[in-house]
T-cell receptor
Framework: AQSVAQPEDQVNVAEGNPLTVKCTYS??????LFWYVQYPNRGLQFLLK??????LVKGSYGFEAEFNKSQTSFHLKKPSALVSDSALYFC???????????FGTGTRLLVSP | NAGVTQTPKFQVLKTGQSMTLQCAQD?????MYWYRQDPGMGLRLIYY???????DKGEVPNGYNVSRLNKREFSLRLESAAPSQTSVYFC??????????????FGEGSRLTVL
């Protein structure tokens, strides 16, 4: 079965420090990969995607993600965290290119002042 | 520009009752989706519609029906609600269809409780 794993339920980081939110996938073929963010009582918002090409993808709000095919990972990163980055982050994979996304369980990011 | 609008935002049902969740998008998108979000399980696809007039099952379709009324609207119906359908439901839309992939635009969600 196709699956996306986010091994950490919560990531805590101090403001100004770099952050990493981990994601690995078990999906056949060459999937398209996404990161979404969800703020309280809101829908998900697109952050960035990897389709093909450069393994480092840049997205909204200073976030970037690194694709590693050999490790089947797509970790989300940001050089300097902000308190306002605190939210729930979802990694997702599209196995067939038809936008039937498979989502991970989500990682709560808490940035402390 | 409202984006994706879902109604109602909150609903409490008794077991066996029926209801319809409404979704409309004003971005002229081809594809529309219904997901449910449950704690510790992320989002799971219930049904999707790649284009007007077509619908297809996702990962968890049992107990649900959908209608793509026109290009703008995609409704989700629970014919006989069960406590296992207590969840937050999200509608989403996307500009692309077929083999192209674009980002999904989500509504703000509908919180459904089945007693």
């Amino acid at each position: 079965a196709q699956s996306v794993a986010q091994p950490e339920d919560q990531v805590n980081v101090a403001e100004g420090n770099p952050l990493t939110v981990k994601c690995t996938y078990s999906v056949s073929g060459n999937p398209y990969l996404f990161w979404y963010v969800q703020y309280p009582n809101r829908g998900l918002q697109f952050l960035l995607k990897y389709i093909t090409g450069d393994n480092l993808v840049k997205g909204s709000y200073g976030f970037e993600a690194e694709f590693n095919k050999s490790q089947t990972s797509f970790h989300l990163k940001k050089p300097s965290a902000l308190v306002s980055d605190s939210a729930l982050y979802f990694c997702a994979a599209d196995p067939g290119g038809f936008q039937k996304l498979v989502f991970g369980t989500g990682t709560r990011l808490l940035v402390s002042p | 520009n409202a984006g994706v609008t879902q109604t109602p935002k909150f609903q409490v049902l008794k077991t066996g009752q029926s209801m319809t969740l409404q979704c409309a998008q004003d971005m002229n998108h081809n594809s529309m989706y219904w997901y449910r979000q449950d704690p510790g399980m992320g989002l799971r696809l219930i049904y999707y519609s790649a284009s007007e007039g077509t619908t297809d099952k996702g990962e968890v379709p049992n107990g649900y029906n959908v209608s793509r009324l026109n290009k703008r609207e995609f409704s989700l119906r629970l014919e006989s609600a069960a406590p296992s359908q207590t969840s937050v439901y999200f509608c989403a839309s996307s500009e692309y269809a077929g083999a192209n992939t674009g980002e999904l635009f989500f509504g703000e969600g509908s919180r459904l409780t089945v007693l």
